[in-house]
């Protein structure tokens, strides 16, 4: 079946611009993450959604990104006044109901 | 806190020789472990996972891991390490308090693999 899938593949903004990154989960996933790719930071976590619950924000590295799911499916990350320090690639992962998450292709963040 | 330490960089194996990534974590509770692989301008692929029972995971494309608790490792292993191997491999961690399946993975910072003809 279908994989996630994110777009876009590749986004360049300008310091200072918002830019929004799409993630369709595997249908039925209940789960969604996301994280980020750096060089200097390896693999980090951003936020995770769980079904209806809340979701954990804990690994957000600054009021400037935020997240939302809509109808428990697709995500979308919002990341305002970007800078350069968050160049990196974007990564979103789905699971239902086991320990492995499936992450999508990414997305690849320049801001100049 | 939850930590992950892949201590090499960088691993160089001839083809058909065996090889071994390594892996270390630390976790307050029971580990959840986990081994992904990345090919170049790829997504992450799961290979293995250990959650509980034996010690020795099999994964995909003839890898697979050892869990020894004492030490707190879990290393990657191939017997024979083919050219198609060559990525970048990650170890990942959850810290099993509370038990559940899902909850976010903390990441090594990756072991490029080479393999050599």
């Known amino acids: 079946g279908a994989g996630v899938s994110q777009s876009p593949s590749n986004k360049v903004t300008e310091k200072g611009k918002d830019v929004e990154l799409r993630c369709d989960p595997i249908?039925?996933?209940?789960?969604l993450y996301w994280y980020r790719q750096s060089l200097g930071q390896g693999l980090e976590f951003l936020i995770y959604f769980q079904g209806n619950s809340a979701p954990d924000k804990s690994g957000l590295p600054s009021d400037r990104f935020s997240a939302e799911r809509t109808g428990g499916s697709v995500s979308t990350l919002t990341i305002q006044r970007t800078q350069q320090e968050d160049s990196a690639v974007y990564l979103c992962?789905?699971?239902?109901?086991?320990?492995?998450?499936?992450f999508g292709p990414g997305t690849r963040l320049t801001v100049t | 806190a939850q930590s992950v330490a892949q201590p090499e960089d960088q691993v160089n194996v001839a083809e058909g020789n065996p090889l071994t990534v390594k892996c270390t974590y630390s976790?307050?509770?029971?580990?959840?472990l986990f081994w992904y692989v990345q090919y170049p301008n790829r997504g992450l692929q799961f290979l293995l996972k250990?959650?509980?029972?034996?010690?020795l995971v099999k994964g995909s494309y003839g890898f697979e891991a050892e869990f020894n608790k004492s030490q707190t490792s879990f290393h990657l292993k191939k017997p024979s390490a083919l050219v198609s191997d060559s990525a970048l491999y990650f170890c990942a961690v959850r810290d099993g308090k509370g038990g559940g399946s899902q909850g976010n993975l903390i990441f090594g910072k990756g072991t490029k693999l080479s393999v050599k003809p």
């Open positions: 249908s039925g996933h209940t789960a």
């Open positions: 992962a789905s699971t239902k109901a086991r320990y492995e998450q499936y």
């Open positions: 976790v307050s509770g029971n580990p959840y």
């Open positions: 250990y959650i509980t029972g034996d010690n």
